[in-house]
């Protein structure tokens, strides 16, 4: 089928923001409050666990149905459509993109052409959940070690943290992602092999850094007295034939459709399994399902994912902020911000348009955060005074799973009374706009809130920025899904690398070549 696609600087609606953007320069917070009760209402919106107040953005309602509008015009929906048909909407790689079906429940029927892989998701989820449940039961396994990275490593890493509450407490969980050898060399000095399950996540199963960290836990646990490695290695792949090669019979695969940054719901997604249990993880893939299905159907006025992408446009093609701020106010979403980053500056950080063109536009900006209220007493100061607007995303749980609803108020006090700072500013009399103690306001934030951090609230949570980074990305007509972008890095090193002991030198710029002498990797095979 055909996908209608406009490149977004080349339809009306973007020339309606341009307008936009120069009316409303003049764009108050405050005075849109005064003149519109009914903001709060108006900019507040519901999706499935998810609360978000939009009304502390940046913009207007004339400025959202252009937004909407420019959805209309560059065909977003169609993409969209093309998406969930299963169309091999990643063009560079020609894949589809379905990390959607891997949380599609097996009672819910899907076209014809996908039913077999289907079928093939749904019997590769039960033998993953039943291993999971074999490993919860079994008391010599004490301690579970994830070896991957990106997105084998930040969203299974980010769910076990998260969902702390629901973790089975007779087990730790490990997450070892850089090959920096300080990581899993401390680590390994607690553990013994015997007690020890280690999960190697790759879906390429090549990447340098866990295949050197695999190679190190093996030595480590064949040199302690490791007996049946075939226990106690685990392999979630979609190279299984690597995974073999490399000495690990047990694997669970996944499909070249699905992205390692949106693969937490394959096999990938194991050590959240083994922590949380099948009956959790499935409602985890619930709650995934429910914004699918939320982001399918709802109409384009409620359609949350799609708001938040076409904010994000506004905010970064019209009014130029340079980077988002997540600030969860929850200690088990510390992850958040590292998981974000990948799912928005891999995906959208293009420059390059799906027809090869260069773009003309921004896209993705810089995301960062912390935990509130840490980043109140370290990075605030900032974003209330500092001369760059940076729109901070809030992300609220209503209800905590501690018993100390006292030190929870403050906690939430802390976070609507920063929105409110942003907004209101504060002038006192004395003070000139240009003394230290004026606060400007009129700074734009966001506001999401969650009944409670469970499986199924996180599972929507997660695929609510999922589609919110596919709505960006779609508008601007940029393959989401490709990352040609970390190859050369890769190709570097590996270059260096071979150059060290070689007997041929090889030209290298002189930078380069002063710092492997600065750090004596080695001096003599390579010359200026
Ligand atoms: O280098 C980037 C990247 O390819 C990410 O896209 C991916 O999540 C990560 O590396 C890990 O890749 P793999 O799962 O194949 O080891």
Redesign the pocket.
């Known amino acids: 089928m055909q996908i209608s696609h406009n490149r977004c600087d080349r339809v009306q609606a973007w020339r309606d923001l341009q307008q936009l953007k120069i009316d409303k320069a003049s764009l108050d917070l405050r005075v849109a409050f005064d003149t519109n009760e009914r903001r709060f209402e108006h900019f507040t919106m519901a999706a499935p666990h998810v609360f978000v107040d939009f009304s502390k953005c940046m913009w207007d309602e004339e400025i959202e149905s252009a937004l909407l509008e420019l959805a209309q015009q560059t065909g977003v929906f169609s993409l969209r459509d093309a998406m969930f048909r299963g169309e091999l909407i990643n063009s560079t790689e020609r894949r589809s993109v379905m990390h959607w079906l891997l949380r599609t429940p097996k009672e819910v029927s899907v076209s014809k052409a996908l039913d077999t892989t289907h079928q093939e998701v749904l019997n590769t989820l039960e033998s993953f959940l039943s291993f999971a449940e074999n490993v919860r039961a079994n008391h010599k396994i004490t301690d579970i070690v994830n070896i991957?990275?990106?997105?084998?490593?930040?969203g299974p890493q980010l769910a076990v943290q998260a969902l702390d509450e629901y973790v089975i407490p007779s087990k730790k969980f490990h997450f070892i992602s850089n090959v920096d050898a300080h990581e899993i060399d401390r680590l390994l000095k607690t553990l013994r092999p015997e007690n020890t399950l280690f999960l190697v996540?790759?879906?390429?199963?090549?990447?340098v850094?866990?295949m050197t960290n695999a190679q190190f836990a093996k030595n480590w646990f064949l040199d302690g007295g490791g007996k049946e490695i075939e226990k106690h290695f685990v392999g979630l792949?979609s190279n299984t034939e690597l995974a073999k090669a490399f000495g690990i019979t047990a694997t669970f695969g996944f499909w070249d459709w699905v992205?390692?940054?949106y693969?937490m719901w394959s096999s990938?997604g194991l050590a959240i399994a083994i922590a949380i249990g099948e009956f959790n993880f499935r409602a985890f893939l619930q709650g995934a399902f429910e914004m699918d299905e939320h982001f399918k159907t709802s109409d384009a006025e409620h359609n949350v994912p799609l708001k938040l992408g076409l904010l994000d446009i506004w905010y970064r093609n019209f009014l130029s902020y340079t980077s988002r701020c997540i600030a969860p106010y929850h200690s088990g979403l510390k992850r958040l911000p590292a998981y974000w980053q990948?799912l928005e500056m891999?995906s959208n950080g293009k420059s390059v348009d799906k027809s090869g063109g260069q773009v003309s536009y921004l896209t993705a900006p810089v995301l960062w955060g912390e935990p509130g209220t840490n980043g109140q007493h370290a990075f605030f100061q900032m974003l209330h005074q500092g001369t760059d607007i940076i729109p901070v995303e809030f992300l609220v749980v209503k209800e905590p799973s501690h018993a100390y609803p006292e030190n929870h108020k403050l906690l939430l006090a802390n976070a609507i009374a920063q929105a409110q700072a942003f907004m209101v500013g504060e002038s006192r009399l004395s003070d000139a706009q240009d003394t230290p103690r004026h606060f400007p306001g009129n700074r734009p934030s966001l506001f999401t809130v969650l009944e409670r951090l469970t499986p199924q609230s996180l599972g929507a949570l997660i695929a609510l920025s999922e589609h919110r980074t596919f709505v960006a990305g779609a508008a601007w007509g940029i393959n989401s899904f490709d990352?040609y972008g970390?190859?050369l890095g890769?190709k570097l090193t590996q270059n260096i690398m071979d150059q060290l002991g070689a007997s041929s030198p090889v030209a290298m710029d002189p930078s380069t070549l002063g710092l492997i002498g600065k750090l004596e990797i080695n001096n003599s095979s390579v010359k200026n």
């Open positions: 991957g990275i990106g997105g084998s490593d930040l996540s790759s879906k390429s199963f090549s990447t850094e866990t792949t992205g390692g940054r693969s990938i990948q891999e990352q970390v190859e890769k």
